[in-house]
Nanobody, 123 residues
Framework: QVQLIESGGGLVQAGGSLRLSCAAS????????MGWFRQAPGKEREFVAA????????YCADPVKGRFTMSRDNAKNTVYLRMDSLRPEDTAVYYC????????????????WGQGTQVTVSS
């Protein structure tokens, strides 16, 4: 069982930056692929970014490529999502997800999910 707690959300002006964190419980954090997803009001939850177990391989969805960066610190059981050049369309609840064996990292098939953190970008 893995528990995920997101933090770092808030209100920011367009063009600004935020860094989200996701702290995980358990001693096997380094064996999990981690993902970030987001859900805007009235829309489906969508893939944002993912990172492999070692942190070497990262993947970003096209709408955030070049603006968002995902990283992890296995010693701290934490993943991060650095968000730069934020736009109003980035407004959503952002969720952290974990899975020990997922291959399709861009799908919602992760075993574990956090409660989410709200990001609001004003124009």
């Amino acid at each position: 069982q893995v528990q995920l707690i997101e933090s770092g959300g808030g209100l920011v002006q367009a063009g600004g930056s935020l860094r989200l964190s996701c702290a995980a419980s358990g001693r096997t954090f380094s064996s999990y692929t981690m993902g970030w997803f987001r859900q805007a009001p009235g829309k489906e939850r969508e893939f944002v970014a993912a990172i492999g177990r070692s942190g070497v391989n990262t993947y970003c969805a096209d709408p955030v490529k070049g603006r968002f960066t995902m990283s992890r610190d296995n010693a701290k059981n934490t993943v991060y999502l650095r968000m730069d050049s934020l736009r109003p369309e980035d407004t959503a609840v952002y969720y952290c997800a974990a899975d020990p064996k997922i291959s399709s990292y861009y799908t919602r098939a992760y075993d574990y999910w956090g409660q989410g953190t709200q990001v609001t970008v004003s124009s």
